[in-house]
């Protein structure tokens, strides 16, 4: 017992003196690195002899000495390739930043600066471009001079006013610019310096969030699939159900490659990255009310979408578990079957009033009407589940007959059937038609579009029309049905529900909205060498002056997705050559060559100021941020921006988007998307979008207001084919 114990202290003294020693070697070994680094030898041999355990031999014991040469070259090796490694990536990284800020490949594609460029950035580009891996190389957005800015925005309002009232806009110009201006561009500037994108969130709160009007002028919408041989709906009549499953199926895949992150990044030409910061906000997100501005809330972990039907609303969970596995999205068939469970229920009821409605009034009324709601614990439990929802989902009792009466619907509703503050809305008709209505807030319309364009390429019906699976997927044992939403509101919350529901149909009503399928595109207007988005944009000039004789200020949205956390700017396509060119077209004594004349300089203006707004170079984001800074700062708004003609929307506010944007699934597509529209901005005014279908088709969506008698969508999208038609000729030879 003794023995034992006294073999277990000589044991320990000897581990205590092995680890003494160990620890010896390792800080000899550290220090050694740093000798070598330094060269201070004489001194710090005499401190390591110093910290020597006794019995210790100096530097390293002779048994120990190329064991631990070994490990400290190799220790120092793997630092040093991870030193360079990490450097080497920033190098690269740092260069593709830096490469980034050239702007001229937009104006000089061919140039020989630009090829070195491109070739340099091939040399750079990793292999794999996921979604958010080229975020930290995005240039900031340029913020331009204050002349530069109150110039150009001169230069964009002289073509819309008198000779006379222009220098009196000029005269107020140059007194913000000698007075007020410089104390807001310093604003700015302090927030170029600090902020990754000096304009990004006070675009969101100032255009959007602070808005108190009714949604619907703001948000817009997306026509569902057409074949690409007729251009006839793609899924009218299929099954309600089967459609809807499969739509549900396919966006969710798609929000699940965003949040992996495993959603590819699209390239320009395969070298320039876009921003892609907004996807975090295309699902699961809501616009909630406020008093005096909004805000927007993003619920990263939703797991289930809210599908309405004939104003009852269910929350349906998107996610069950496996055998012996995690959760996963239900099937398309499941998803079916759950839709079905949803018709069944509902089949023989009216429609229900329910608090949907409220999303349709004044923001501030609708703040006030919601926290009555919050008040109340169903009420409030009931919100969180339609705002925490992944997105909407809505199974119509209508039955569009049209495009022109689908997009209306899209964008409308009943009042019952549309949460306006919803990031995605989707729209199932009962004869198969679809659609969307998207919260402009969140996102720009490129977004939801690839989504569509992901659905549209990845849906599939059996020889019976249901909806059908991918391969080797997995079914689940056991579903959790959809359960209906149940509201508890004050008897004064309920009473108001069909007034509010005939208010919002009267809006609606007011809306009138056209859509066109021609079978023509960009084939014929590229045979006539002109670009085909300046051909639509005096076109639609051509067409407005023939019915008004007046020019009206003018919106063309262009992207600025290049830039990090970029979104828009304006186009201004309207110019001292546009005017020309439209009032030559009316003038009987104008010649075919004057008219030609006009024509191209205008259509030379409208490419260059697109460039330029797509390179940070226009005025309105930067006007925009200069009345901001006033409003953020407390000063009083300078009167420069009381100016109506400043002020006030614009007569004809005019988009495009492309057809196509993931080449790798959208070649074998055999549909195209439908397009979409939104509100006018002006009472006497136009929304105009267009979307070229490949070479030989196109869709035009025009939006006018019924009340206002000078307009019409009609009589618009006559004028509008003719001046088509005539410019077309214009541009012919003979």
Known sequence: ??????????????????????????????????????????????????????GSS???????????????????FFLLLVILYSAIRRLRRELMRK?????????????MKTKMWMLS??????????????????????????????????RNLEPLVTVERFQEIKKEMEKFAAEDGPKLQKILEKRFESEDNWVSDIWDKYAYLVGRYPLIYTNFCMGGGINR????????????????????????????????????????????????????????????????????????????????????????????????????LLTPEELQSQMELILK???????????????????????????KLMMRTQNRDSLQQVERALFHVILEDTSPQDLSEECHANLCGNGFNRWFDKSMTMTIYENGLSGANIEHTSVDATLPSRGLEYMFAKMRFDKNGNAQSPPDIVMHDLLSPPFRIEWNLDESQSESLLHHQTAHLQQSTNLDMLALKLYTGKGAIKKCRVSP?????????????????????????????FFKFGRT????????????????????????????????????????????????????????????????????????????????????????????????????????????????QTMDGYSVYYLFLGENHMTIHIGTYRCHPDTDSKKFSEALQNAMDEIKTLLTKV
Not at 141 to 148: I, K, M, S, V
Not at 345 to 361: C, D, K, Q, R, W
């Open 1 to 54: 017992m003794v023995r034992s114990v006294t073999g277990s202290a000589t044991e320990l003294s000897s581990k205590q003196q092995d680890d003494s020693e160990l620890l010896y070697i390792s800080f000899v070994g550290v220090l050694m690195a740093a000798i070598i680094a330094t060269g201070y030898h004489n001194e710090l041999d005499r401190t390591i002899t110093s910290y020597a355990p006794e």
């Open 58 to 76: 100096y530097p390293f014991p002779a048994q120990t000495r190329v064991p631990v040469l070994k490990l400290t070259l190799t220790i120092g």
């Open 99 to 111: 490469l980034y800020n050239y702007r001229e490949w937009l104006y000089l594609p061919k140039a």
């Open 121 to 154: 950035l091939k040399a750079l580009l990793p292999r794999k471009k996921m979604l958010y891996s080229l975020q930290d190389v995005l240039p900031k957005y340029p913020l331009p001079p204050l002349d530069f800015t109150c110039q150009k925005a001169l």
């Open 229 to 328: 041989s007729d251009l006839a709906s793609a899924t009218k009549g299929r099954p309600q159900a089967s459609v809807a499953a499969n739509q549900v199926y396919h966006m969710t895949r798609f929000y699940e490659l965003i949040k992996s992150e495993k959603l590819e990044a699209l390239l320009m030409m395969n070298l320039v990255p876009i921003c892609n910061n907004r996807y975090r906000f295309l699902f699961g997100t809501t616009r909630i009310p406020g008093h005096k501005m909004d805000s927007m809330r993003t619920y990263e972990e939703s797991k289930h979408i809210i599908v309405f039907r004939k104003g009852m609303m269910f929350n349906l969970p998107l996610f069950a578990s496996e055998s012996h596995g995690p959760d996963s």
């Open 345 to 371: 229920h509902t089949e023989g009821n009216s429609s229900v009033p329910n608090p949907a409605v409220f999303t349709t009034l004044p923001r501030s009324d609708w703040c006030k009407e919601r926290e």
């Open 533 to 561: 988005d300046s051909f639509m944009q005096m076109s639609i000039q051509l067409a407005f002056y023939r019915l008004h004789q007046s020019v009206p200020k003018t919106y063309e949205t262009a992207m600025t997705r």
């Open 569 to 680: 700017e304006t186009i201004r396509t309207v110019s001292n050559h546009s005017v020309a060119f439209t009032k030559a077209m009316i003038d009987p004594k104008a010649t075919k060559e004057e008219k030609l004349c006009h024509l191209k300089k205008a259509m030379k203006y409208h490419s260059d100021y697109k460039l330029n707004a797509m390179s940070g170079r226009a005025s309105d984001r930067s006007l925009f941020g200069l009345m901001a800074a006033a409003r953020m700062s407390g000063q009083k708004q300078p009167a420069l921006f009381d100016l109506p003609e400043i002020k006030a929307g614009d007569q004809l506010s005019t988009s495009q988007s492309p057809f196509m944007f993931d080449l790798k699934i959208s070649r074998g597509m055999k549909l195209y998307p439908a397009g979409g529209i939104f509100a006018p």
